[in-house]
């Protein structure tokens, strides 16, 4: 289940849905700055698309490099570390992010979702509901929590390794 061959399909499922968001984004912007400036006519419903696409690349983008392993972090203490403290540091570290992610982004994100579509709130000028933009953020925790029992699963292998 957390094989590389499995994370790698999951990453690169979100690089291409990533890549598409932010096609449709720049045509989406392009749209609505052509819109307003040539045409003299903006588009009632692109500023609102832009906020939402970015939401998405926001968070998957987040969650996606949260499986790289590519955060941004500061790791002058683990460098001076030995290989087996480093490790279980690190192992320590994802044991963190995923309870972030399960608490902020799943719980959190499913309480929104819920009560936005509970309350029927839809947008202003699109008229979907929100649970739909907001969905995104337990689903990018889960990709979180899924990428930090992955690369624990990995550490532990080192960590025998050594």
Known sequence: MFSPSIKNTIDRWIEVFLILLMALMVINVSWQVGSRYILN??????????????????????????????????????TKMNPTNRIKT??????????????????????????TFILGQNSA??????AYVYVVIPFSGLLVIYY???????????????
Do not use: C
């Open 125 to 130: 000028a699109l008229q979907i509901p929100l």
């Open 41 to 78: 006519d903006p588009s009632s419903f692109t500023d609102e698309l832009a906020r939402y696409m970015l939401i998405w690349v926001g968070m998957l983008g987040a969650a996606y490099v949260a499986g790289k392993d590519e955060h941004l972090a500061i790791d002058i203490v683990l």
């Open 148 to 162: 930090q029992i992955s690369r624990i699963v990995m550490l532990n292998q080192e960590l025998k390794n050594s």
């Open 90 to 115: 690190q192992m320590l570290i994802h044991v963190f992010v995923m309870l972030f992610a399960l608490a902020a982004m799943v719980i959190g994100g499913v309480n929104l979702v819920y009560i």
